[in-house]
């Protein structure tokens, strides 16, 4: 362990993010003392929900303000079953340089399964072994500690829009997406067409990089959205949707401390990619790998922030 295409699946990638950081939202920015018993209910709610290992449990690096690492997976599942992670982002903060990074890596990317002792495609190890399996697996294909995870089903990112009664974002270029028109200028948002927003990769010039932009900038406006409207009914939403779609082992006083003194990292953060390319191998199964070049700069650069 290191130290510390469907067009359809890429609705998780923002889903699973604003998943995340709406707990923030709701426990720092949203946060007043009248509410203490439901907010702590709420995130020993997600805690509960996460089947993680004790030693998973005790990392302390968020209260001694030290760099962070977040996992965010999307999880799409049907019924009871345990589902894959088709949404997988690393989110790293630097609380000492305000400096932040976000990458998200392609669900079918070729890696050793951490635990299975083979190569597969990186989002099968959520399915073999939940969140844990998946820690391991992305800590091992970046080669930096991952600290904290965090999961969320598919519904959870047009439930956290609509329950903060929509958000404005400045769109730089027009295009059109499932059915929705998106001209140049500010543009206000609700949960479907946020997820319209943020879903569009094939008109825009610089592809999922582009899309991946606009995905950081739907998260920021869902945060100042609560920073700047607040209610008890937006937070008893938000409440709802995070107690019912969320799972987490970031305790309730991390969760303070992300709000206030990691605000200016995530505020900060750039947007990674990984270099690759993929294609049907000997097994006829479709597989993504990733330039090793890029996959060393990208790492160097995590290792960076997160020291």
Known sequence: MAKHQKKSRWKLILGITAGVLTLILVAGGLFVWSMVDEVNDTVTKVNDNLQISPERKQVETIEEKR??????????????????SDSIIVLTLNPDTNEG?????????????????????????????????????????????????VEADMEAFTEVVDALGGVTVMNKFAFSSDNY???????????????AYTRMRYDDPNGDFGRQE????VVAAIIEKGRSDFSLDKVTNLLDVVGNRAKTNIEF?????????????FRNASTLRIEGGGGLESDGVYYWNPDPASLEGIQTELKRLME
């Open 67 to 84: 760099s962070v690492s977040v996992l965010l997976l999307g999880i799409d599942r049907r019924g009871t079953e345990q589902g894959r």
């Open 101 to 149: 990074a976000m990458l998200s890596i392609p669900r079918d990317t070729k890696t050793e399964i951490v635990g299975r002792g083979y190569r597969d495609k990186i989002n099968h190890a959520y399915a073999f072994g939940g969140a844990e399996m998946a820690m391991d697996t992305v800590e091992n294909f970046l080669d930096i500690p991952i600290d904290y995870v």
């Open 181 to 195: 028109t998106f001209p140049v200028g500010e543009v206000t948002l609700d949960g479907q067409k946020a997820l």
């Open 214 to 217: 606009r995905q950081r900038e």
């Open 253 to 265: 006083n991390e969760l303070v401390t992300l709000s206030t003194d990691y605000m200016g990292a």
